[in-house]
C-alpha cells in the first residue's frame, strides 16, 4: 500500500519562505514522479510542481522563480522550497506521486492528505 505523509505547512507572513516534504512508503519510488499540486477554496486543484524519476521539472507558471522542487531517492522523499510567498498562494497543498507500487509495475496517481500553507499579508 502506497503511503504519502506531507509535513511543513504553516502560517507565514508574505515575502517568508516555507519546505514542503513528502515521504513516500510502499511504492517504487526511484521509478515515480513525484508532485505538489494545491487547492485553494473555491478553486480547482492545480499543478504546483513536478519532477520526473530521471529529475526532470516543470512548474506551475504562477510559482516560476519562486518554488523549486527537488527528491532525495534514498530518503523516498520529495521537497517543495517555497520562497517569496504571496497571500495568492494560500492553499492546501497535496503531494501526488504517479508510479508503481511495490509488487507492482503497474502505474497509477497516489495523493496525500494534504498540508495547509496559509500566506498573511
Known amino acids: 500500500q502506497v503511503q504519502l505523509v506531507e509535513s511543513g505547512g504553516g502560517l507565514v507572513q508574505a515575502g517568508g519562505s516555507l519546505r514542503l516534504s513528502c515521504a513516500a512508503s510502499?511504492?517504487?519510488?526511484?521509478?515515480?514522479?513525484m508532485g505538489w499540486y494545491r487547492q485553494a477554496p473555491g478553486k480547482q486543484r492545480e499543478l504546483v510542481a513536478r519532477?520526473?524519476?530521471?529529475?526532470?521539472?516543470n512548474y506551475g507558471d504562477s510559482v516560476k522563480g519562486r518554488f523549486t522542487i527537488s527528491r532525495d531517492n534514498a530518503k523516498n522523499t520529495v521537497y517543495l522550497q517555497m520562497n517569496s510567498l504571496k497571500p495568492e498562494d494560500t492553499a492546501v497543498y497535496y503531494c501526488?506521486?504517479?508510479?508503481?507500487?511495490?509488487?507492482?509495475?503497474?502505474?497509477?496517481?497516489?495523493w496525500g492528505q494534504g498540508t495547509q500553507v496559509t500566506v498573511s499579508s
Open positions: 501526488n506521486l504517479f508510479g508503481p507500487a511495490i509488487g507492482t509495475m503497474i502505474s497509477r496517481d497516489y
Open positions: 510502499g511504492s517504487i519510488f526511484s521509478l515515480s514522479a
Open positions: 519532477i520526473t524519476s530521471d529529475g526532470s521539472t
